[in-house]
C-alpha cells in the first residue's frame, strides 16, 4: 500500500481564491462559483439523495413508524419520522418561541429532576425555520427540511473548499464531499435537524481560518455559536488559530483579535439569555444536566456503553443494540483516523477542532448510539481517506461510493432513526 503523501500546513497569506483575472459581473462570478464548487455539489446531492431513497423505502416496509407517536419517531408517513424526536422540538421553538423555566418534577425518575424545555435548543435553526416559512408559505415541517437541504448543500462545498486548500486537490474535495453524504449519522442531514447547518458554518470557518481571512472566520463562528452548543469546539479552535497568528504578527493585530473576540459572542450570549430568563445563570447547564440528562462526565458514560457492548448487556444509560454496536466501531476507528489526518500535517484550526469536537462527544453522557451523528461535524476525519482515494478511476469512485450510499440509507438513517432516537 502506498503511504499518504504528506500535505504542507503552510498557507500562504492570502484572502481570495480567485485567479488573477476575476470576472467582470455577477453572471460571470456566479459561472465561476458553479464550475468551482458545483462537481462537489452534484456528488453530495446524488449520493445522499439514493441513502435517502433507501432510508424511506425501509422505513415503508417496516411500518413500525406507523405504532408510534408523531412526536417519538412515528407519524401517518414515513417521512413523518424525520420531523420527530429533535425536530419536534425546534417546530415548537419555530411556532412558539421560547419560554425558559426551570420546573421541577415531584418524584421525578432517577437523574430528570425538572421538566424538559425547549431553551436546550438553540435559536439560529428554528429561527431559520420560522423566516423561511414566513417567505414561503410552508409549514415549518417543510421549512426545517428546506434550510436543512441548502445547509447540506452549502456543507458539501465548505468541505470541498477546505480539502481542496489542504490537498491541492479538486477531486479529492469533490470525494470528501460524497463521503460526508454517506457518512455514519448522515441520515441526519435531510431532516428537520440542525446538523447540516452546523457543519456548513463549521467547514466555513475553518476555511476562512485557513485562509487567514479572521474577521469574517470570527463572524461564522459567531454565527455557528447560535446554532449549537458544540460550537465550542469550534470557537475553541478558532480563537487557537487566531491567538498563534497574533504571535507570529503575520496578519497584523487587529484582525486576529477581532476573530478571537467575535467568536464566542453567539454562543455565550445564548447561555447568558436562557440564564437570565431562568434566575439562574447556569439555568441552561442545569436543563442540560437535569432535563435531557446530558453533561461532560468525563467519558464515564462512553466507557460503561462500550463495556456494555462489548460484553453483551444493555446495563447503561439508553441502550440501544444496533446503534450501540455501530458506534462502539467507530469509536474503534477514530485512531487510525486521526493518526491519517496528523500525516496530512493540516492546518492547526482542523486538528484542534478536530480533536476537540471528539473530546467533547465521547467525554459527554448522552445517547451512545448517536455517536455517528454527534461526530458527523468532525468532517476533517476523512480527508486522509479522500486524500488516497483521489488515485481511484471515477467509474470505481463511483462503484464505492454508491454502494456505500446505498448501505447508509440503513445504517445512517433508519438505525438512528427507526432503531435508536436521534
Partial sequence: MNAIPAVSSDVPEQHSEEPADVPDGWQERARALVLRYGPAVWCYAVLKLIGFTVFMKLLSFGGDYAKKPARFGGGANPWDVLASWDGWWYQ???????????????????????????AAFFPLYPGLIRLTSDVTGLGTYGAGMLVSVVASLFAAAGIFAVVEKLSGSAKAGVIAAGIWAIAPGSGAEWAVYSDSLFVALAAWACYFTMTRQWVTAGAVTLVAGLNRPTAAALIGAVGLAALVELFRRESGVLRPLAAMVLAPLGLLGYVAWVGWRTGEWGGYFRIQHDAWLHYFDWGQGTWQAIRGVLLGRNDYPFAFPVPDLLATLI????????????RLRPPLVLTAYTLATIVSVLGSLGI????SRYLLPAFPLFIALAVGMRKLSWPVLAAVLGTGAIASGWYAGYVIFELGVP
Fill in 331 to 342: 469509536v474503534f476507528s477514530l485512531p487510525v483516523l486521526i493518526v491519517l489526518l496528523v
Fill in 368 to 371: 451512545f448510539g448517536n455517536v
Fill in 92 to 118: 415548537q421553538v419555530a411556532r412558539f418561541g421560547y419560554h425558559p423555566a426551570l420546573v421541577p418534577i415531584p418524584g421525578g425518575q432517577p437523574g430528570f429532576t425538572i421538566e424538559q424545555n425547549s
